[in-house]
């Protein structure tokens, strides 16, 4: 079956501090990859995506990701997070073909202490 | 920059009500879905649109849910009989491919 996984549901950082989240995923074929944040009351925002090349991708804001296929993972990092960091983390996955579905992650819910 | 809008932001409805909710896509965009996602829960999945139909639906998507695309601009999700455990947030999305875009969300709550 289709799935993605994120291991951290909730994360608490100081400022400064470095980021690592985590996202595996099961899918058959071709997949493209993306993390979105959702801040509190908004939509769901692209922060970067994977569809094939440097498996090490970078986004807005200064985060990035690395695509390890033999791990089916995904992981998303920022060096140093700001107290505007805070939000929701979703990790996705489409096939890169057919209907283009997203199918998500359980997200991860950061919290940056000034 | 182009975005997915939807409206309203929230609805409030009694059960068993109907609900209809909105959605304008990116205009050259050809795949269109809904999404929702239950308070604390994961985003998931509803439907997927292309071509003028349904081109893929989940278990959650029954006959209690209806998609329409009727003016080539507007793309709605209806509940005909709305339960208790549809209350969520409702996310409207456009692709022309791979990268969808997400509309704000409708905050549909079941009372």
């Known amino acids: 079956a289709q799935s993605v996984s994120q291991h951290n549901h909730h994360v608490i950082l100081s400022e400064a501090a470095s980021l690592e989240l985590g996202c595996n995923y099961s899918?058959?074929?071709?997949?493209?990859l993306f993390w979105y944040v959702q801040y509190p009351g908004q939509h769901l925002q692209l922060l970067l995506k994977y569809f094939s090349g440097d498996p090490l991708v970078k986004g807005i804001k200064g985060f990035e990701a690395e695509f390890i296929k033999s791990k089916f993972s995904f992981n998303l990092r920022k060096p140093s997070v700001q107290w505007s960091d805070t939000a929701e983390y979703f990790c996705?996955?489409?096939?890169?073909?057919?209907?283009?579905?997203?199918?998500f992650g359980t997200g991860t819910r950061l919290k940056v202490l000034a | 920059e182009p975005e997915v809008t939807q409206t309203p932001s929230h609805q409030v409805t009694q059960m068993g009500q109907e609900v209809i909710l909105r959605c304008v896509p990116i205009?050259?965009?050809?795949?269109f879905y809904w999404y929702r996602q239950i308070l604390g829960q994961k985003v998931e999945f509803l439907v997927s649109f292309y071509n003028n139909e349904i081109s893929e639906k989940s278990e959650i998507f029954d006959d209690q849910f209806s998609v329409e695309r009727p003016d080539g601009s507007n793309f709605t999700l209806k509940i005909r009989s709305t339960k208790l455990e549809d209350s969520a947030m409702y996310f409207c999305?456009?692709?022309?491919?791979?990268?969808?875009?997400f509309g704000q969300g409708t905050r549909l709550t079941v009372v």
């Open positions: 999305a456009s692709s022309d491919r791979e990268l969808a875009f």
């Open positions: 205009s050259n965009h050809l795949y």
């Open positions: 899918y058959g074929g071709t997949v493209n």
């Open positions: 996705a996955v489409n096939r890169a073909s057919g209907t283009y579905k997203y199918i």
